[in-house]
């Protein structure tokens, strides 16, 4: 290992042994865990591949009910809705441009 990815591994290790201490529930620790996360996207890129399946996933799913409600849905003015861009659960008239969010109940 290179010097600069040894070092982060150094840090991520010293992170896990702050979480386990549990130094991330004090009110001062509330960076360790975004720090913990981020090293970890560096230095395991199989996080990183996960992560893009499962927002391509997500994403996918939000457009889908999205392209239901807005079949369903009508802007008062009567103009039609369209959802703003992929994977976003707000919309807006094409007509009057009011701005909708769609919210799960």
Known sequence: MD?????LW?????LG????????YESDGKW?????KKLAKILVPEIREA?????E???GNINEQMN?????KKCPCGGTLRQSRSGSKICYCETC???YKAVSK
């Open 57 to 59: 996933r997500k994403n």
């Open 17 to 24: 042994e702050m979480m386990g201490d549990g130094l991330h």
């Open 51 to 55: 992560e893009k399946k499962r927002r």
């Open 68 to 72: 239901k409600l807005l079949l369903e």
């Open 10 to 14: 150094n840090q991520f290790c010293k």
């Open 97 to 99: 441009k009011k701005r």
């Open 3 to 7: 010097t600069d990815n040894q070092h």
């Open 32 to 36: 360790i865990p975004r720090e913990y």
